[in-house]
């Protein structure tokens, strides 16, 4: 084999060692919004009375305990704090403008359920009656979450909210991301913008939501776009008042999984790979 043959066989053999191992469609991160302590409220903690202008995802494939609860906190934030393209809500106001509010909406109820990472995810508003892990009730009251009520958010005035997935913790990239959230209004209808960024800053517009008086998911997918953060920004239009205030719930995060190569690994093989042309140079 001539020098020139051999380092493109060698070329091509390192490009496949080097990849991503195959990607694995999984469920990132989820927020039901039980861990507030009740309607118009922002605060997450039973001791101290913690306000809180970001919310962690409490549910995740990554998250070993049956995918939900605490652990599931590296793989989501919630921002409303005026970073990564969001608005600065001001979580201790009486009322602030973006909030809990009592009661779930029921579409993607289930698909913290439809994983692949692992078997055996438990859903939104999953009892665990019938799970062998915890006290009954309320899964999450079982593993430690200090509020479990069913709760969903509403917008009281103009507001953008961004939803971030981040699988950086598991040495891994996403790509195909994938956004369901469910949205209602009280009265009428309302246009909530949607838009995909991998670094908070730089961002597409995807199709608007138009959330109605029927309580509906929307899907919104990206392809492509291979990072280990996928923001998702949504943008409220609320007068404040009752007519058309948007109101969301149980919003999910999915992409396809893949690990990146360790940089130990890849040097050692360049190494190696170097060497084979060497030798393969002095035997021509």
Do not use: H
């Amino acid at each position: 084999m001539g020098t020139q043959a051999r380092v493109a066989a060698i070329a091509g053999f390192a490009a496949a060692l080097f990849a991503a191992g195959p990607a694995q469609a999984a469920f990132i991160a989820g927020w039901d919004f039980t861990q507030y302590s009740g309607a118009a409220s922002l605060n997450i903690d039973s001791d101290q009375g913690q306000t809180v202008d970001t919310l962690k995802s409490n549910y995740s494939d990554f998250d070993p305990t049956a995918g939900a609860g605490g652990l599931s906190q590296p793989y989501g934030t919630m921002w409303m704090n005026g970073t990564n393209g969001s608005t600065n809500v001001d979580e201790t106001a009486a009322l602030p403008i973006f909030r809990s509010t009592s009661g779930s909406l029921t579409p993607n109820v289930g698909t913290p359920g439809a994983n692949e990472v692992p078997i055996g995810d438990v859903g939104f508003n999953t009892s665990s009656a019938n799970l062998n892990c915890c006290v009954s009730g309320n899964y999450l009251a079982g593993i430690g979450q200090d509020f479990n009520s069913n709760l969903s958010m509403i917008a009281a005035a103009n507001v953008s909210i961004v939803f971030e997935a981040n699988v950086s913790s598991l040495n891994s990239v996403s790509e195909d991301w994938e956004l369901i959230f469910a949205g209602v209004t009280n009265n009428g209808s309302s246009d909530v913008s949607v838009e995909f960024s991998t670094d908070g800053i730089n961002w597409t517009a995807l199709a608007a939501a138009t959330l109605t008086t029927t309580q509906t998911a929307f899907t919104r997918t990206v392809a492509g776009m291979s990072d280990d953060s996928g923001f998702f920004r949504l943008g409220f239009v609320s007068t404040g008042t009752a007519t058309a205030t948007p109101r969301i719930d149980n919003v999910t995060i999915s992409g396809d999984v893949s690990i990146i190569p360790e940089p130990g690994t890849a040097a050692l093989l360049g190494l190696g790979l170097a060497g084979l042309g060497v030798v393969g140079r002095r035997r021509d």
